[in-house]
């Protein structure tokens, strides 16, 4: 019996109608914490690897830059942006990891430090030989991160600055190890993310908080960013990996129509016309699935009146 089966048993209905209420009836303290085995998917990627376990749905996406602590160029985010989109699309992935391969003997440990400043232009962004002009790739990743209907959990082990700190921000979820760091530099470096950097931070923290991260740019642990909301939780860094699958594998046993639902229901309270259109669109795409809809379709083709029978 797999450690799923184990918890999903004790998730069931039991037959007792006496016993006290525990939060343990969720379950989810058995659920396995044993290492998620990885299979490459896509090796030809250059600054990331892309990883899916088919038995656990889900995906790794992991920065591989630990030279510059994960610093991201152009090429990185087009990486990224590649291998979201194979598991967004990908029925066999229900959630997906954003994380970064570490070795502390080598380089210090990061999740992510933000564009890489080496290949800042003055042009008005990124250029490293991959873009036609400069540009800000990262805010196209951010809008498909948002956009992408699977949940996507950051795995933060070490540095999560500026545009990294952003990144983990705009994830679904934030699981840290306690050595982990959290900051923006920008203003002290040249630069400033107005759009979620700046207002999904705000929503998460407060605004007088998010004022104090960006004026300041003052680094924080992770207990002071789990106590501002910054992040869901935080564990030794030995237990990070366990804890994560452990996060992961519970999601993956939840409805994932539901959750693409309570996602896009989350980003429309934030994202205006924009997280309507997402809203709107997981009921398109449901309602396409009913007789109702495939009457109007059947109909058109078969050059008829529709006979609808309404649900309502
Ligand atoms: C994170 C640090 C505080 C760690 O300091 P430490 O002393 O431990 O390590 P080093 O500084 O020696 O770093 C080791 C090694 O990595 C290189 N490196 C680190 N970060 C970067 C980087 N961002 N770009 C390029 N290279 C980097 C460093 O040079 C060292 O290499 P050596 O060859 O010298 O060994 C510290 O590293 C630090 O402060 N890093 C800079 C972090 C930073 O400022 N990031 C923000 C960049 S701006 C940005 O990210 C950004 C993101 C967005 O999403 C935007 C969106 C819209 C508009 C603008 C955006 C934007 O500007």
């Not at 396995?32 to 996406?61: G, L």
């Not at 080496?118 to 800000?136: A, C, M």
């Not at 959290?182 to 908080?209: E, N, V």
């Not at 449901?286 to 309502?312: H, I, T, V, W």
Request: proline share 4%; with cysteine.
């Amino acid at each position: 019996m797999s450690s799923t089966d184990v918890a999903s048993m004790s998730y069931a209905r039991k037959a007792s109608k006496t016993a006290p209420p525990t939060k343990e009836r969720d379950g989810f303290e058995s659920i396995s914490r044993e290492s998620i085995v990885w299979t490459t998917e896509v090796d030809e990627f250059q600054d990331i690897t892309y990883e899916i376990s088919v038995e656990n749905k889900c995906a790794r996406i992991a920065f591989n830059r630990p030279e510059v602590l994960h610093a991201f160029r152009p090429r990185t985010i087009r990486e990224i942006q590649h291998a979201l989109e194979l598991a967004s699309e990908d029925p066999r992935i229900w959630v997906i990891m954003l994380a970064s391969n570490n070795d502390p003997s080598k380089f210090t440990p990061a999740f992510c430090s933000g564009g890489d400043q080496n290949v800042r232009s003055n042009g008005g962004g990124y250029q490293d030989g991959t873009e036609r002009q400069p540009k800000l790739r990262v805010l196209d990743l951010q809008m498909q991160m948002r956009r992408c209907p699977k949940p996507i959990v950051a795995i933060v082990d070490g540095y999560a600055i500026g545009g990294g700190h952003i990144l983990h921000m705009v994830a679904d979820i934030t699981l840290a190890s306690d050595i982990s760091v959290f900051g923006q530099t920008g203003p002290r470096m040249g630069s400033f993310d107005a759009g979620y950097g700046s207002t999904h931070m705000a929503r998460l923290i407060g605004q007088k908080r998010a004022r104090e991260v960006w004026f300041l740019c003052k680094f924080y642990d992770a207990k002071q960013a789990y106590e501002m909301g910054l992040i869901n939780a935080y564990f030794p860094k030995e237990e990070l990996e366990g804890r994560a699958a452990q996060w992961v594998r519970r999601i993956a046993m939840n409805s994932p129509t539901a959750i693409a639902c309570c996602k896009a229901a989350l980003n429309a309270d934030e994202d205006g016309g924009a997280g309507i259109m997402q809203m709107g669109g997981e009921m398109t795409r449901m309602f396409y699935m009913s007789r109702e809809s495939q009457e109007g379709r059947d109909a058109f083709l078969e050059k008829r009146a529709p006979k609808f029978r309404s649900n309502l």
